[in-house]
């Protein structure tokens, strides 16, 4: 495993449309785990592979919750139901917060890393997390869409 350099916004890799997964290999599988890693040592809760300069559509989210890790390979939202507003961050903009509005249920079809397609119902952060992470593989970042944006406190 290996930590992987963020991508910070301003970074034109943030701003591509992501290609699809061809094919699920070994190096795809080693970047997913490696996204994983990144994510969790920066204290994140997802990240696209745009994030880490790669332009495929890959995320790996992680809410602390009972679905544990989530690896969704060309994913696809196939449902959105409801509004809700709430605050979000992203790890490619740090320090930087807004009250971003998303979809307070979604539907989700991916692959897995087995290649096996799967569903997946999402509300709450999940759901969030689920649109945000979206949001990276169509080249949009969540300061593009926020209502308003803030400066985090300094440590």
Do not use: W
Request: with cysteine; net charge negative; hydrophobic share 40%.
């Amino acid at each position: 495993m290996a930590l992987l350099d963020v991508r910070k916004a301003g970074d034109p890799v943030l701003k591509e449309v992501c290609k699809p997964v061809e094919k699920i290999d070994k190096n795809l599988k080693k970047l997913l785990d490696d996204m994983a890693d990144t994510m969790y040592e920066n204290d994140g809760v997802g990240i696209a592979a745009p994030q880490v300069g790669v332009d495929i559509r890959a995320i790996v989210i992680d809410c602390q919750d009972d679905h544990g890790l989530i690896e969704l390979i060309n994913p696809v939202i196939t449902f959105r139901e409801g509004s809700e507003v709430d605050t979000e961050g992203c790890l490619s903009v740090p320090n930087i917060f807004g009250e971003v509005e998303r979809a307070a249920r979604v539907k989700v079809e991916f692959l897995n890393r087995r290649g096996k397609k799967q569903h997946l119902t999402a509300t709450g952060l999940l759901a969030r997390c689920i649109q945000h992470e979206c949001d990276h593989l169509e080249g949009q970042l969540f300061i593009d869409i926020a209502q308003s944006i803030h400066r985090g406190k300094d440590d």
